[in-house]
């Protein structure tokens, strides 16, 4: 079986179309528990992909800073509503298991996995390119 590869009129066949390509295994949220995912990427665009994929550790980034700001929010009055207001708000942005920072930070933890495997297939792929060629030669 032969695949058309998007280049010209380049055809290449289905063991071919494999060997470019790297499987990135990951977890995909199902109502609240993580289930077992993977996705095939073509190795050319895996530079790309780290690329967003760095872009997003940034905005995570920036998320988490501002969940760290709101655990720290100053009660806006001396009563008691503002302080339970206050301290729920610090709760909720907080590192425990289902708070926005412990969110943000598993979520940063998983997309780090995610690059890891990009660029270790990327390495794999240049490795056994190069070791490839040195055999034609």
Avoid at 70 to 81: R, T
Avoid at 100 to 111: F, G
Avoid at 116 to 129: F, N, R
Wanted: glycine fraction near 8%; proline fraction near 2%; charge should be negative.
């Amino acid at each position: 079986m032969s695949f058309f590869d998007g280049v010209g009129n380049a055809v290449v066949t289905a063991g071919q179309k494999v060997a470019r390509s790297a499987t990135i295994h990951t977890a995909i949220n199902s109502g609240g528990t993580a289930k077992a995912a993977s996705f095939q990427v073509d190795i050319e665009q895996i530079p790309g992909l780290i690329t967003e994929y760095e872009k997003a550790q940034d905005m995570l980034g920036r998320i988490l800073r501002k969940a760290q700001d709101l655990q720290n929010v100053v009660p806006p009055g001396d009563d008691e509503v503002s302080e339970r207001l206050a301290s729920s708000l610090g709760e909720m942005a907080g590192n425990n298991e289902g708070c926005l920072s412990w969110a943000v930070n598993d979520a940063r933890a998983r997309i780090q996995s995610q690059i890891d495997q990009l660029k270790a297939a990327l390495g794999t792929y240049q490795t056994t390119d190069e070791n490839a060629t040195a055999r034609q030669v």
